[in-house]
């Protein structure tokens, strides 16, 4: 049996890291610097309004483990892990949020 990592149930999601994987080596760089800036903005706004608890899960307490590992191929590329890293402390909604832009993103690249 398959278990399905959680954030492999978002289509988006899923999408993205099929984009990242075929990504060379420096576009995947700078979508990470830009992943890594983006995630700063997001806490900032987080931090801002003290109603908001970030709560991980279970499921992402587990993969931010096994990333740590180096067990997935986008381990392999430092910047690309430190951006899924800080990405996975999001929110789960802002995460997605993240995903879909990336798959939005390479569809308009790829019709223009």
Same mark, same amino acid.
């Given at each position: =049996? $398959?278990?399905?990592?959680? $954030?492999?149930?978002?289509?988006?999601?899923?999408?993205?890291?099929?984009?990242?994987?075929?990504?060379?080596?420096?576009?995947?760089?700078?979508?990470?610097?830009? %992943?890594?800036?983006?995630?700063?903005?997001?806490?900032?706004?987080?931090?801002?309004?003290?109603?908001?608890?970030?709560?991980?899960?279970?499921?992402?307490? %587990?993969?931010?483990?096994? %990333?740590?590992?180096?067990?997935?191929? $986008?381990?392999?590329?430092?910047?690309?892990? $430190?951006?899924?890293?800080? =990405?996975?402390?999001?929110?789960?909604?802002?995460?997605?949020?993240?995903?879909?832009?990336?798959?939005?993103?390479?569809?308009?690249?790829?019709?223009?």
């Amino acid at each position: =049996m $398959y278990d399905r990592r959680w $954030y492999d149930s978002h289509e988006h999601t899923a999408r993205a890291f099929e984009i990242l994987k075929d990504m060379d080596d420096a576009q995947r760089r700078a979508l990470a610097k830009d %992943l890594t800036t983006v995630v700063k903005q997001i806490k900032e706004l987080h931090e801002e309004d003290e109603e908001s608890d970030v709560s991980l899960g279970i499921d992402r307490v %587990l993969g931010l483990y096994k %990333l740590s590992n180096s067990r997935r191929w $986008y381990d392999k590329v430092s910047l690309l892990s $430190y951006a899924m890293k800080t =990405m996975a402390t999001l929110p789960r909604e802002d995460f997605f949020t993240i995903m879909e832009g990336i798959t939005v993103s390479a569809n308009a690249e790829s019709v223009a």
